[in-house]
């Protein structure tokens, strides 16, 4: 077993989440940044329905009571004192202390073996909104006690993982967008000067969305009537400013959508900080599908 | 004519109108059933709205462009009547925090606001934004009101709310900015259920005042 010593800011258990239930009203959830949290999976050996921890700004302090085997990834949290990107052995007793990411706004620990909480709706990723999953049902607390499962897919990688095949955990961030689906709520030059602002992170995110300024420029959006949204949808509220949707955002909205944060690149919004500068730039589907295919070429990186 | 929109590159926004209107949601549930029944290749998933469907693929097998090929000949071809069952329903005391403004923004009394939104059967138009949260309509034009300025943080689950034409359920506590005009026991969402909601589109339902 694992026991939470400390919980950090905002620890929870994810996996790839719950798509298909949008229909009930429940966000497809899991990790907000998918390949960080891939990589930590395959550097273990884990299945890639794998859940793990996902940390946010300062991390937990674990203890662990058996040897166990973890990799770390995603933002930097160097005074865990163990090297992030490779798998590291942790030995029985210990007590790891993550603490503060240097760099980025979440990272992921993956424990060999998974992280054995119930499946809830096809996933043992926590739903904040329902209350149900992740373990608990709740973000992690102190004295939670955490099984090893035994989702094992292959041995372990003894390699650090290349630095040439990480994303960027650092701003500024330049994050690609595919037009709409809303696009016609908007006035036909809208999208030309949202990518041509330097918008900024606000304070105000979480895994349900982040808040972007856009100084000097106010977009006049139209109310729709409420659609279903996507993660990494770029609402455009009344007041003009927006919201970027990320894993637990909620599954219909009336603000209009002007454009998409494409698949590739929601990992880098996943890390986003605030006071952090984003440059949305125009992408075609094609070139989205590009960067998707390479990102998982990377994974299937034999190391 | 419906109109095809990519939202991203894993999903098509298929939209049918842009009004809430019980023949474009038996559109979409129509469309919502082929799909379930007879997916084109690619597709993984799809969530149904008011007037809207989305449609996630698969991006390795599909595409935006194929998958808007694939379901267009379905427009006009599809039976879009909404399967009818019995009316549910809610047992509702009203007695929700706004039911005085809304009295007041209405003109009408508290008893008034009550009789008008007790008065009518009411249509599921969609399951959304929360987890089991139940969107009905249409509302009587004389309690239309606009959202609160400024959304509350925390809503209690079973809260029974208004807002323009729309009346809803909260099922679990969320922040929200609908007008609380009362509140029902009646549970719509459990995670251990199959389904894990109470209500589904096209189904009908009456608020019952529990005095």
């Known amino acids: 077993m694992i026991e939470v010593v400390?919980?950090?800011?905002?620890?929870?258990?994810?996996?790839?989440?719950?798509?298909?239930?949008?229909?009930?009203?429940?966000?497809?959830?899991?990790?907000?940044?998918?390949?960080?949290?891939?990589?930590?999976?395959?550097?273990?050996?884990n299945a890639a329905d794998a859940s793990l921890i996902e940390c946010t700004a300062t991390g937990p302090s674990l203890r662990f009571e058996r040897d166990a085997t973890i990799a770390i990834t995603g933002g930097d949290c160097p005074e865990a004192g163990l090297p992030g990107w490779r798998t590291e052995q942790v030995d029985a007793g210990s007590i790891v202390r993550f603490g503060p990411l240097t760099s980025g706004l979440r990272s992921y620990i993956a424990i060999r073996g998974g992280?054995?909480?119930?499946?809830?709706?096809?996933?043992?990723?926590?739903?904040?909104?329902?209350?149900?999953?992740?373990?608990?049902?709740?973000?992690?607390?102190?004295?939670?006690?955490?099984?090893?499962?035994?989702?094992?897919?292959s041995p372990v990688l003894e390699e650090t993982w290349p630095g040439s095949h990480r994303?960027?955990?650092?701003?500024?961030?330049?994050?690609?967008?595919?037009?709409?689906?809303?696009?016609?709520?908007?006035?036909?030059?809208?999208?030309?000067?949202?990518?041509?602002?330097?918008?900024?992170?606000?304070?105000?995110l979480d895994r349900v969305g982040v808040r972007l300024d856009t100084p000097g420029l106010h977009l006049d959006a139209a109310e729709v009537l409420t659609t279903p949204v996507t993660a990494g949808a770029i609402q455009v509220t009344p007041s003009g400013g927006l919201i970027a949707l990320l894993a637990d955002h909620p599954t219909t909205g009336g603000y209009p959508v002007i454009a998409t944060v494409t698949t590739a690149d929601l990992p880098l919004l996943a890390q986003a900080r605030p006071g952090d500068t984003v440059r949305f730039r125009e992408a075609t589907l094609a070139e989205a599908s590009r960067a998707h295919r390479r990102l998982i070429g990377w994974l299937d990186l034999d190391a | 004519?419906?109109?095809?929109?990519?939202?991203?590159?894993?999903?098509?926004?298929?939209?049918?109108?842009?009004?809430?209107?019980?023949?474009?949601?038996?559109?979409?549930?129509?469309?919502?059933?082929?799909?379930?029944?007879?997916?084109?290749?690619?597709?993984?998933?799809?969530?149904?709205?008011?007037?809207?469907?989305?449609?996630?693929?698969?991006?390795?097998?599909?595409?935006?462009?194929?998958?808007?090929?694939?379901?267009?000949?379905?427009?006009?071809?599809?039976?879009?009547?909404?399967?009818?069952?019995?009316?549910?329903?809610?047992?509702?005391?009203?007695?929700?925090?706004?039911?005085?403004?809304?009295?007041g923004a209405t003109g009408l009394t508290p008893e008034g606001v009550i009789e008008a939104h007790a008065g009518r059967e009411y249509l599921v138009y969609?399951?959304?934004?929360?987890?089991?949260?139940?969107?009905?309509?249409?509302?009587?034009?004389?309690?239309?009101?606009?959202?609160?300025?400024?959304?509350?943080?925390?809503?209690?689950a079973g809260s029974v709310a208004i807002a323009a034409h729309q009346t809803g359920i909260y099922a679990v506590a969320s922040p929200g900015g609908w007008n609380l005009i009362g509140h029902t026991n009646l549970s719509l969402f459990d995670a251990g259920a199959t389904p894990p909601v109470r209500f589904k589109p096209g189904d009908r339902i009456r608020f019952v005042p529990d005095r």
Do not use: K
């Open chain 2, 126 to 156: 969609c399951i959304g934004f929360a987890p089991g949260f139940t969107y009905c309509g249409r509302l009587a034009d004389e309690l239309v009101v606009p959202r609160r300025s400024s959304p509350r943080l925390r809503v209690p």
């Open chain 2, 1 to 103: 004519m419906w109109r095809f929109a990519p939202a991203g590159d894993r999903a098509l926004l298929v939209t049918i109108g842009i009004a809430i209107d019980p023949a474009l949601l038996g559109q979409v549930l129509a469309l919502d059933r082929s799909l379930r029944e007879r997916p084109p290749r690619g597709i993984l998933g799809t969530a149904p709205a008011y007037a809207s469907l989305l449609c996630r693929f698969d991006p390795t097998v599909t595409d935006a462009a194929q998958l808007e090929a694939d379901l267009r000949p379905l427009e006009g071809n599809l039976d879009a009547a909404i399967p009818t069952g019995p009316v549910v329903d809610v047992p509702t005391r009203y007695d929700g925090p706004d039911l005085g403004e809304v009295a």
């Open chain 1, 6 to 45: 400390d919980p950090g800011r905002y620890t929870t258990i994810q996996d790839r989440g719950r798509p298909g239930f949008e229909r009930f009203g429940i966000p497809p959830g899991g990790v907000a940044d998918w390949f960080a949290a891939a990589v930590a999976n395959r550097l273990v050996g």
């Open chain 1, 167 to 204: 994303l960027p955990t650092r701003g500024p961030w330049e994050i690609h967008v595919i037009a709409g689906p809303h696009r016609d709520a908007f006035e036909p030059s809208a999208l030309h000067r949202l990518t041509a602002t330097a918008c900024r992170v606000t304070p105000a």
């Open chain 1, 115 to 153: 992280i054995d909480v119930p499946v809830v709706l096809g996933s043992r990723s926590l739903c904040a909104a329902g209350a149900f999953g992740g373990g608990f049902g709740r973000p992690l607390q102190a004295g939670d006690r955490l099984g090893v499962g035994g989702l094992l897919e």
